[in-house]
């Protein structure tokens, strides 16, 4: 990107919550806190003053299916940054005393997750949709298992899934590939076994009911079902329909249940594509007296689209969205790092912007039309919330999936 001064590096490793058992929920996450407390060559005061001193961002983030380290800098500082990262990913120093304290740390991001009802529910959501595979779990991890893991047990588990043929190196903006190319194979890597394998794809359960009381001002509704996975080619479909649906604010849902009724201040739809599934859904938040009607609404609109289908205007709308999000990020130096890491990560093909954009335009209203009435049928839609009383979400969701309460109270 020879128009910025920036570069932006990402390191991405194939593992996340995904990967774990029960017994290790939350150690990818606590593994990728701990990268920041210090590795062989670097302290952790000494690596937040070095990136301090280049005026640079450092982070990181544990996702479902994988964690990436990031940093941002200006294009000179570029090789210092690859060195601290590189070392801080491939050695970090996992020191009991520095493990104690970070252990603290995500205990009390678990409690402020656990008073966060609009994060949470999302998690019940998967949990409903994915039963007890481990893309139903939270990201954040246990409690309970966050309390007992030792440093040994944690440098065990970085050792078994930081391994090179997992790991990706992406970058972008002001670089030169083969330069980057050199720092890459100038790291000194530790030969290790391929990790295990990822959880297998989950089975297509029931739909499902969750709910969890919490003394709220506002009750948290889900609705969502299993979706297409990240190497579906409808995936461009799923996007598309996204925006319809709940992702703009010309949507179907944020036009009737917001703007013409004011039943919600929030109210979206969302997917998310994993290796072999993926997950569409709807959020809202609303008080207990706006509960059902904004869920009729919701009802009625999904009625009305499976019946009616998507208009032709709709469709053009939603496809020119989708394109200019994608041209305007590619702006970002983070943005294109980003788009290369996870498409190398995933096993998808690289495509060009412009192959990306063809894509988006040959999707038909026949395709998008197909996508919602088979996603979005009554019989496949699970539902969770957090609220006061059960009983208002439970006769609320009734129009939306007529039986889940019914097949919820039978299990």
Do not use: C
């Amino acid at each position: 990107m020879p128009a910025v001064r920036s570069a932006t590096l990402g390191v991405w490793i194939a593992t996340g919550s995904a990967n774990e058992t029960p017994d290790e929920a939350g150690l990818s996450h606590l593994v990728e806190h701990m990268l920041f407390r210090g590795s062989a060559r670097f302290g952790s005061l000494e690596i937040d003053q070095i990136f301090d001193a280049m005026g640079a961002e450092l982070n990181a983030g544990t996702g479902k299916e994988n964690t990436s380290v990031y940093a941002r800098v200006i294009d000179e500082h570029l090789p210092h940054a690859f060195d601290v990262v590189a070392d801080m990913v491939w050695h970090p120093r996992f020191d009991a005393a520095d493990l104690a304290n970070e252990r603290e740390i995500v205990l009390e991001e678990i409690a402020m997750y656990e008073d966060e009802p609009h994060d949470r529910v999302f998690d019940e959501l998967g949990e409903a949709v994915f039963g007890e595979h481990p893309l139903g779990r939270a990201i954040i991890g246990r409690a309970d298992v966050i309390s007992t893991t030792t440093a040994e047990g944690l440098a065990r588990f970085h050792a078994e899934r930081y391994a090179p043929g997992d790991i990706v190196i992406a970058a972008a903006g002001s670089l030169e590939h083969d330069a980057v190319v050199d720092l890459a194979r100038a790291i000194e890597v530790p030969q290790r076994p391929a990790p295990p394998p990822m959880a297998a794809v989950p089975a297509q359960l029931p739909p499902r009911l969750r709910f969890l009381r919490k003394d709220t001002e506002q009750y948290h509704l889900t609705i969502g079902a299993p979706a297409p996975a990240r190497d579906d080619e409808r995936r461009f479909a799923l996007r598309v329909l996204d925006n319809i649906l709940g992702g703009t604010s010309s949507s179907r849902l944020f036009q009737e249940v917001r703007e013409h009724r004011g039943l919600a201040y929030n109210v979206y739809s969302f997917q998310a594509l994993f290796a072999g599934t993926g997950q569409i859904g709807v959020y809202l938040g609303t008080r207990p007296d706006n509960v059902a009607p904004a869920l009729k609404v919701v009802a009625d609109e999904l009625a009305r689209l499976r019946e009616d289908g998507v208009s032709a205007e709709e469709l053009d709308r939603s496809k020119e969205n989708v394109k200019g999000r994608i041209l305007l990020s590619l702006e970002s130096t983070a943005s294109r790092m980003n788009r290369l890491g996870l498409a190398v990560l995933s096993d998808l093909p690289l495509l060009s912007i412009d192959e990306v954009v063809e894509r988006i335009e040959s999707v038909s209203l026949e395709e998008v039309n197909g996508l919602l009435r088979e996603l979005l049928a009554p019989d496949k839609l699970s539902a969770a919330a957090i609220g006061a009383d059960e009983e208002i979400f439970r006769a609320a969701i009734e129009p939306l999936a007529p039986g889940l309460v019914a097949a919820a109270v039978a299990s």
